[in-house]
């Protein structure tokens, strides 16, 4: 009891600290006044317009045992956040002509249940495909192969005729690592390595690894009845596949930011396509305004995009106003964040115009 009262008034003693030393600066005491609120031990905040760092600044602990502060180095699992890499990467195959995103995905899984025939890498892309999610008795403590979650995912009944509907599937872009491995003979992290994060310095975003001894990398924490606990443990391949399984810094992030602007990864007309709300059979956009990897919306009539992650006690989000060419990235390792809350406020911040409206 009294070490979990210790490390709760150093959390408490920091934040408060911060907010007075910088209750001058708007941004400062708002993620400083939210932290204590919301109890986050570690967040780390990157603001970058067009491209360019504004601001990469670690707030509260990276973690609590040992009272490491967090920096802009530090390391958090992306959550989902890291479909946006994946999505990016069977792009660059559909750019060599390796793929197509109209292809049935049936082409390449040549046992795939007869229901899959429909199925194409543009619905997988945009969770419009009827795949589901993780079952509800999914053993996330057991080691499987990537072949046996593959088997997994076949096993279960499509919840929709494919293109009909959205519904968010972590399994779908699980699929799509898998389709990467066959296509290019590289297991997923090993191509975004060799494609994406070496080519543009983000030299220390990485698949996770529970094993290996990594610089920098933060703990995840959960809150249960009202106390900071550390994150649940589970099976380490499960934090190998293509649904977001990424360690990485804002310092790295800055670096993808800035890539988005150009064309060294794709095309473009691909970028804008990937946070375009793809279309279902009827013509309509997908109720979720999803495009590949990225949610499209609207806001104060700015165009936004922008994604989410939560896994193992981390939360994350990257907004991006494209208008404004303005980009927010918070990061945590706090399972009750609400990181979403935390970008949209600061980008309201920076640029009034984007404030929420009251």
């Known amino acids: 009891m ?17 907010a007075a030393q910088n209750a001058a600066d708007p941004i400062d005491h708002y993620i400083a006044t939210e932290m204590q609120k919301r109890q986050i031990p570690g967040l780390a905040l990157l603001i970058a317009r067009d491209g360019k760092i504004v601001r990469a600044q670690g707030y509260g602990f990276a973690n609590l045992e040992l009272q490491v502060p967090v920096k802009p180095e530090t390391l958090f699992q992306s959550g989902s956040m890291g479909k946006q890499f994946t999505a990016t990467a069977v792009m660059m195959l559909v750019e060599e002509g390796k793929i197509s995103l109209d292809d049935s995905i049936t ?8 229901a899959w025939k429909p199925v194409t890498i543009r619905m997988l892309l945009s969770h419009t495909a009827g795949f589901t999610d993780y079952p509800k008795n999914f053993n996330y403590r057991k080691d499987y192969t990537e072949e046996e979650l593959l088997k997994i995912t076949e096993g279960i009944p499509l919840a929709y005729t494919p293109g ?3 519904a968010y599937s972590n399994l779908g872009y699980l699929t799509l690592g898998v389709m990467i491995h066959r296509v290019t003979g590289k297991f997923y992290g090993d191509f975004l390595h060799e494609r994406i994060f070496g080519p543009l310095g983000m030299n220390t975003t990485r698949i996770m690894s529970e094993a290996d001894v ?8 959960r809150l249960v009845k009202g106390q900071l606990k550390n994150q649940e443990w589970v099976a380490p391949t499960l934090n ?17 930011d800035a890539a988005l602007y150009t064309e060294k990864l794709l095309k473009r ?25 990225w949610w499209r919306s609207d806001r104060n009539g700015h165009r936004l995009a922008e994604h989410s992650g939560s896994w193992q006690g981390y939360t994350t989000h990257i907004a991006r106003y494209l208008d404004d060419k303005l980009t927010i990235v918070v990061l945590t390792n706090a399972e009750q964040s609400k990181p979403v809350e935390l970008a949209h406020h600061v980008a309201g911040l920076v640029e009034p115009a984007l404030a929420e409206k009251k």
């Open 107 to 114: 082409k390449y899984f040549k046992d795939a249940p007869p």
């Open 164 to 166: 009909t509907n959205w």
């Open 269 to 293: 007309s691909d970028l804008e396509l990937m946070w375009t709300p793809v279309k279902l059979n009827n013509g309509k956009p997908n109720s979720d305004n999803y495009g590949f990897g």
């Open 214 to 221: 990594i610089p920098n990398r933060s703990s995840g924490y």
């Open 240 to 256: 190998t596949t293509a649904d977001g399984s990424l360690y990485f810094s804002i310092l790295d992030l800055a670096k993808w």
């Open 2 to 18: 009294r070490t979990r009262l210790a490390i709760a008034a150093v959390c408490l003693g920091l934040t408060l600290a911060c």
